[in-house]
């Protein structure tokens, strides 16, 4: 499986193992006195965790780039054309931070996506 992000570069991601697809919703359940059950859905958005290993450090600086910007990405989860997510890469620390051992140009981690 090859998962592929877009904005002007085009990354192509092996995922290893590990690899997360999610969906999240805020949501709350509300039971009557006449014992009616409401559920109020605010929102619902799909999250992705992919590991990656041996990224080069053209694409990890650009990886980094996005993450630090924020940026709109389209996802597409695998090659087909068909299912594409727009996502912006989420977390609190800069995603592929660590050197892939004995390698000094390879990196590994994990990125994680968020619907937008």
């Keep these: 499986m090859i998962a592929r992000l877009i904005l002007v570069n085009t ?3 092996i995922p290893d193992y590990g690899y997360l ?3 999240i919703q805020d949501r709350v359940e509300i039971r009557t006195k006449d ?3 409401w559920t109020y859905i605010f929102y619902s958005k799909k999250i992705w965790e992919i590991p990656v290993r041996f990224v080069p450090k053209s694409d990890q600086n650009i990886i980094s780039s996005w ?3 924020a940026a709109s990405l389209q996802f597409y989860p695998d090659t087909s054309i068909a299912s594409s997510w727009y996502v912006k890469i989420i977390g609190s620390e800069e995603p592929l931070r660590s050197y892939e051992r004995p390698y000094e140009n390879l990196f590994y981690g994990t990125i994680t ?3 937008l």
């Design 67 to 69: 993450w630090s910007s």
């Design 35 to 37: 014992s009616k059950l």
């Design 113 to 115: 996506l968020e619907q």
């Design 21 to 23: 697809d999610r969906k």
């Design 11 to 13: 990354i192509d991601l």
